[in-house]
């Protein structure tokens, strides 16, 4: 993609959602100012480069301080849906054990006759992973392999 075609659609974006902006701005600062970011748990970021006089580096920590509330966040959940899930799994003694978690996923091997139980109890927890000012959204899907279930 050309270099203006690129700057236009970064600028639409931006003028579409201003908050995104303001986020990226603020995020930045607030790197700048402490050292670091945070994830909304409190997990810390420490971001060495961010006022950095080489350019190169201090762009790169900019990137991170951006990104790692947002993904460090999906992170943070996803670790307490799985901690919810697994003491859930044993206090109940159902027949299904986790078996692997892929980036949001969390994927269970379930003995067919305790799957509507599972299903039910698996979205609890992810959904009472934390409380957001949003709620938490879980799909589930059910097959035979990984493929299946999509």
């Known amino acids: 993609i050309e270099r203006n075609a690129a700057q236009e659609y ?4 931006f003028a579409r959602y201003p908050g995104a902006k303001l986020f990226m701005d603020r995020t ?3 790197a700048r100012e ?15 480069d961010i006022n950095a006089r080489q350019q ?4 790169y920590a900019e990137r991170a301080a951006i990104n790692a509330p ?11 849906a799985m ?6 799994l ?6 299904a054990k986790m078996i692997m978690q892929v980036h949001d996923e969390l994927v269970f091997e379930v003995a067919a006759m305790a799957v509507e139980e599972s299903v039910a109890g698996i979205e609890r927890c992810m959904k009472e992973a934390a409380t957001l000012s949003v709620p938490l959204m879980v ?6 392999n990984w493929d299946e279930a999509h």
């Open 10 to 13: 970064i600028d639409l974006y």
């Open 70 to 80: 947002m993904q460090g966040t999906a992170a943070d959940l996803i670790k307490r």
């Open 34 to 48: 402490q050292g670091y970011v945070e994830t909304i748990f409190g997990r810390r970021l420490y971001l060495a």
């Open 139 to 144: 799909d589930i899907g059910i097959g035979m």
């Open 83 to 88: 901690l919810r899930a697994d003491a859930w």
């Open 56 to 59: 190169q580096r201090r762009q």
């Open 28 to 30: 930045r600062q607030q």
């Open 90 to 95: 044993r206090d109940t003694g159902i027949d």
